[in-house]
């Protein structure tokens, strides 16, 4: 616990906050969790871990908390409970050991759903299209990706998914260089091309979609939309989604995310995108266990979120 809550001496916001926890063990570290900031993990070795926490014009109402547990185990099960007059509440956390680089994790396949639209001119579609290039640049060889490119219409990199060899990876490239903002947003028509394009087998499949905002051409309803992705997505793909700017319709993207495995990340006009997207995609980039299921006994759950479970990741 480091000690942030100073609003009894003082309400004014802490211009700027840096905080960074070094965690040293000799037994195997599990989870690595805060519940009051939105903090970075970066396992370092099996009881090695570093945290970051970084923050402008931060209101000091909460103190700095950091839980970190240990297991020897591979995949490491902490659990948080909490007993109310009349319901209880608990959180389960899993974690994998540390993963070394020569240790095997699973290939994917990658289709990049990129926002053109009008509403993206400007700075948002430079950092769009630096976001999607860093990510091209950082695929395994052993993946497989595509590029999917949306406005009124769509328009494809590759018809199909292609392996990450370096001339695919160079050729993509000069696609994301090419793209050029103008027009509506046709959200459904997209992500529904991305879904087609999904290739049966053991690999998981991800959907990263960039977007600042409402769908204004063609399918435009929550329901509608959401009802097509089910029935596209077949396959279980995950979708995951970037939200750009201020006007972002967060009901459709979150629902987007969360029925298909995945989640939503939201960046400010004036944050960089590239750096979001990044290091989201370091923690996604490595999958370890896919189609997670949980079986309770001798205890009666009621809800469970997230409603559909996550990928476990690197």
């Known amino acids: 616990v480091y000690p942030l809550n100073t609003e009894k001496f003082s309400l004014r916001p802490l211009q700027e906050v840096t905080i960074s926890v070094e965690i040293s063990s000799k037994i195997p570290l599990s989870n690595v969790y805060s519940p009051s900031h939105n903090v970075s993990v970066r396992k370092e070795g099996k009881g090695k871990a570093r945290v970051g926490f970084e923050g402008k ?12 547990s240990l297991s020897e185990d591979d995949i490491g099960l902490s659990f948080m409970n909490w007993e109310g007059p009349e319901d209880n509440y608990y959180m389960l956390l899993a974690s994998p050991s540390y993963v070394g680089k020569k240790e095997k994790i699973l290939s994917k396949n990658l289709i990049f759903v990129l926002d053109s639209s009008g509403s993206m001119s400007g700075k948002k579609i430079k950092q769009a299209k630096e976001a999607v290039r860093f990510i091209i640049s950082h695929l395994d ?28 990876i160079e050729r993509a490239l000069r696609f994301v260089d090419e793209v050029e903002d103008s027009g ?28 600042d905002g409402l769908p204004t051409v063609g399918i435009t309803g929550t329901a509608e939309i959401m009802r097509n992705i089910s029935k596209a997505n077949e396959l279980k793909t995950r979708i995951f989604v970037f939200g750009v700017g ?66 476990l990741f690197k």
């Open 246 to 311: 201020y006007d972002v319709n967060t009901e459709l993207l979150d629902r987007i995310s969360s029925d298909n495995r995945g989640t939503s990340v939201y960046v400010a006009e004036d944050e960089n995108l590239e750096v979001a997207v990044s290091n989201y995609y370091e923690k996604i980039s490595s999958p370890l266990l896919s189609d997670l299921k949980i079986d309770f006994k001798g205890i009666e759950v009621r809800d469970t979120y997230p409603r559909v479970m996550p990928d």
């Open 57 to 68: 014009n931060i209101k000091p109402e909460k103190d700095f908390v950091v839980y970190y």
């Open 141 to 168: 060889k052993k993946d497989s990706f595509s590029l999917v490119d949306f406005d009124d219409g769509v328009s494809l990199f590759s018809s199909e998914i292609i392996p990450a060899s370096r001339e695919n």
């Open 184 to 211: 509506g947003t046709n959200i459904n028509d997209a992500l529904l091309q991305a879904l087609e394009m999904i290739e049966p087998g053991e690999r998981p499949s991800y959907i990263l979609f960039l977007t």
